[in-house]
């Protein structure tokens, strides 16, 4: 049975739950997904809430906020994954809080780790949690700019395993991440795959309608605020400009549309992409995790979030 997960960043946003297929929509153009039946097809059963983010640490919850997502899920009968970015050694130390939330409130909840160092310090010392690979850990082709992918796959056998696989695909990672006790891959669709590979020792779960492109930790939206000479300077403040200014990038260059949400440049499924996925997930048992209620999107389809390169 497909499992459908949404990852929200603020208890309020439990309530809307319910509206995940019209907000789905709203990705989209009336003309894109005309006689589309995946919005249905994913059904309104919440199985699993994702609380944190995987790309910036200032996006993270407080104690407060974590809190009471962690009881609205435990209120709702619903399962809690919590996102961890790429951290430093005083990042886990800030973050040791919210993981000794996880542990008394929901020892036996998932969290998911983006870097070699937060998952093996999380496995000594939170045995109880279960353990994610995040999708920064799986590299592959994403770049918006490559024109003729079908064309450039039919050059020779490396080039089609560039376009179709990823880390995560490998046979000897896999077996790795079972010795260090990851449970499940946290994947993208990939912009020009031709199908979605899985594990047969490993949980898969994939997210919609956006796969990320890149990321980076100094954020271009959190210098918005800044005076001239602090624009481009990592700091540890930050205005969360993010929360409310998600940009549509627009370039004759780019295959597919792409977006920026703080410092990571995303990509929207196209709606072919995300009618197989629904498939792939509904045949394959797949989690499919819905972060749409993350990246608001009213200001990504035009207007004042439009721009263009």
């Given amino acids: 049975m497909m499992e459908l997960a949404v990852h929200i960043r603020k208890p309020q946003q439990g309530a809307g739950?319910?509206?995940?297929?019209?907000?789905?929509?709203?990705?989209?153009?009336?003309?894109?997904?005309?006689?589309?039946?995946?919005?249905?097809?994913?059904?309104?059963?919440?199985?699993?809430?994702?609380?944190?983010?995987?790309?910036?640490?200032?996006?993270?919850?407080?104690?407060?906020?974590?809190?009471?997502?962690?009881?609205?899920?435990?209120?709702?009968?619903?399962?809690?994954?919590?996102?961890?970015?790429?951290?430093?050694?005083?990042?886990?130390?800030?973050?040791?809080?919210?993981?000794?939330?996880?542990?008394?409130?929901?020892?036996?909840?998932?969290?998911?780790?983006?870097?070699?160092?937060?998952?093996?310090?999380?496995?000594?010392?939170?045995?109880?949690?279960?353990?994610?690979?995040?999708?920064?850990l799986d590299k592959g082709f994403k770049d918006p700019r490559l024109q003729d992918a079908d064309r450039l796959s039919l050059f020779s056998p490396e080039t089609e395993a560039l376009l179709n696989a990823s880390t995560f695909d490998h046979a000897g990672f896999q077996e790795k991440m079972v010795e260090l006790g990851v449970s499940r891959l946290e994947r993208d669709v990939f912009p020009y795959a031709r199908k979605l590979c899985g594990s047969p020792r490993l949980g898969i779960s994939v997210y919609f309608p956006l796969g990320y492109v890149t990321t980076g930790r100094v954020c271009w939206t959190a210098t918005f605020a800044q005076k001239p000479a602090g624009m481009f300077v990592a700091s540890g403040k930050c205005a969360r400009t993010c929360d409310t200014m998600p940009l549509r990038l627009r370039s004759d260059d780019f295959s597919f549309p792409v977006i920026q949400n703080g410092n990571t440049l995303y990509y929207l499924y196209s709606a072919p992409m995300m009618a197989s996925l629904v498939e792939v997930a509904r045949n394959q048992n797949l989690r499919l995790v819905y972060q749409g209620f993350a990246l608001l999107p009213p200001l990504i389809k035009g207007g004042k979030g439009d721009l263009t390169t």
């Avoid at 995946?38 to 974590?66: M, Q």
């Avoid at 399962?79 to 008394?104: H, I, Q, R, V, W």
């Avoid at 160092?117 to 995040?134: D, H, I, N, V």
Wanted: aromatic residues 10%; proline residues 4%; glycine residues 8%.
């Fill in 17 to 136: 739950l319910n509206e995940i297929q019209n907000h789905l929509l709203g990705f989209y153009e009336a003309a894109d997904i005309q006689n589309t039946d995946w919005g249905g097809k994913l059904g309104r059963s919440i199985h699993r809430i994702y609380v944190g983010d995987e790309f910036c640490a200032n996006r993270l919850p407080t104690l407060a906020e974590l809190e009471d997502i962690l009881q609205f899920a435990a209120t709702e009968n619903k399962e809690t994954t919590f996102l961890t970015p790429p951290l430093t050694n005083d990042g886990l130390d800030a973050c040791s809080l919210l993981f000794d939330c996880l542990k008394n409130m929901r020892p036996s909840a998932e969290i998911v780790a983006n870097d070699w160092g937060t998952l093996l310090f999380l496995k000594a010392g939170y045995p109880s949690l279960r353990l994610a690979a995040g999708r920064l």
